[in-house]
């Protein structure tokens, strides 16, 4: 059974109202989907945080929003960079019996042989892209890298898991590599990072001045 979640349909979508809402502790929320028009509504941030101890990260929700429901699972939010607070969630309403395309946390398990070795652990993905029905959806994939030796990777096709979900990404995928020490020291001199920001922080929907 879901968990469920209270809701409010937004009407006002001004940077003011947005503010009032988050005043009150609530988080402006949108939900959206192939076979639903897009409603913003804003929720209880205390609520949320609540729910998603609850069910996980990836669970599925039952949102009810001025008392019709809605199975949703949490796809995306935005946080303020500085007081680390969700400032927008996005919803999608899913079909408990329906496959659906979502990120999935990857966690790293265990110190690998190459680290203790004076090697530098090296993770290009963070996140991998999965498909699965919403109940099915695993709350994060973990990759053993014990045994990892200095020189060596770790590819998708390594990964050993169970489950009703697919992973959605090349077997040559690097998942994780163990550098030697001087090649890092060549990556860490020659790097360069731009800043930036994103476009609209507000995820899904823009907001009038």
């Known amino acids: 059974m879901s968990t469920v979640l209270q809701a409010k349909e937004r009407k006002e979508f001004r940077h003011s109202a947005l503010k ?30 609540k729910t998603i101890r609850q069910v996980g990260r990836n669970g599925v929700i039952s949102l009810d929003v001025d008392g019709s429901k809605q199975d949703v ?11 680390k607070e969700i400032i927008h969630v996005d919803f999608l309403a899913v079909d408990k019996s ?18 203790k070795d004076g090697g530098v652990l090296q993770q290009p ?12 959806i695993p709350q994060q994939i973990e ?13 998708i096709a390594d ?8 992973i959605n990404h090349e077997n040559d995928e690097v998942v994780a590599s163990i550098l030697p020490p001087k090649q890092e020291e060549e990556i860490n001199a020659g790097e360069q990072q ?10 899904r929907e823009t907001t009038p001045e």
């Open 20 to 49: 009032a809402i988050r005043d009150t502790g609530n988080i402006p929320a949108i939900i959206y989907g192939a076979k639903v028009d897009n409603k913003p509504v804003s929720i209880s941030s205390a609520d949320l945080t």
């Open 73 to 83: 699972v949490l796809t995306d939010y935005q946080e303020d960079s500085i007081k």
């Open 98 to 115: 329906s496959k659906i395309n979502v990120d999935v946390r990857l966690v790293l398990v265990g110190e690998a042989a190459g680290v």
């Open 125 to 136: 993905l963070h996140q991998l892209a999965v498909t699965s029905t919403p109940d099915q």
């Open 143 to 155: 990759v053993d890298i014990t045994n990892l030796q200095v020189g060596e990777t770790l590819t």
């Open 159 to 166: 990964i050993l898991y169970q489950g009703t979900f697919t």
């Open 194 to 203: 731009a800043g930036g920001h994103p476009d609209n922080e507000e995820g």
